[in-house]
Nanobody, 123 residues
Framework: QVELVESGGGAVQAGGSLRLSCAAS????????MGWFRQAPGKEREFVAG????????ATSDSVKGRFTISRGDATNTVFLQMNNLKLEDTAVYYC????????????????WGQGTQVTVSS
């Protein structure tokens, strides 16, 4: 079993930055690929970024490319999502997810999920 706890969400003005963290506990952390997803009001949950278990490969969605960066620190069992130049449309609940094997952009591929953290961007 893997438990994931997100933190770092909050309210920020457009153009600002936030750094989300996801702390994992339970099974060996390094063996899991990690992903960040988000769900805006009235919309389906969507892929934001993913990272391999070793951290050598990452991917981000086109909507956040160049603004968001995913990274991980295995020493602390934590995955980060650095979000810069935030836009109004980035407002959503952000979820951390974990899966065995390579990371995926598909939500059903992920086996474990955090409870989510709210990010609100205002003008």
């Amino acid at each position: 079993q893997v438990e994931l706890v997100e933190s770092g969400g909050g309210a920020v003005q457009a153009g600002g930055s936030l750094r989300l963290s996801c702390a994992a506990s339970g099974r060996t952390f390094g063996a899991f690929a990690m992903g960040w997803f988000r769900q805006a009001p009235g919309k389906e949950r969507e892929f934001v970024a993913g990272i391999t278990w070793a951290g050598y490969r990452t991917a981000t969605s086109d909507s956040v490319k160049g603004r968001f960066t995913i990274s991980r620190g295995d020493a602390t069992n934590t995955v980060f999502l650095q979000m810069n130049n935030l836009k109004l449309e980035d407002t959503a609940v952000y979820y951390c997810a974990a899966k065995t094997g390579y990371f995926s952009r598909a939500e059903p591929d992920y086996e474990w999920w955090g409870q989510g953290t709210q990010v609100t961007v205002s003008s």
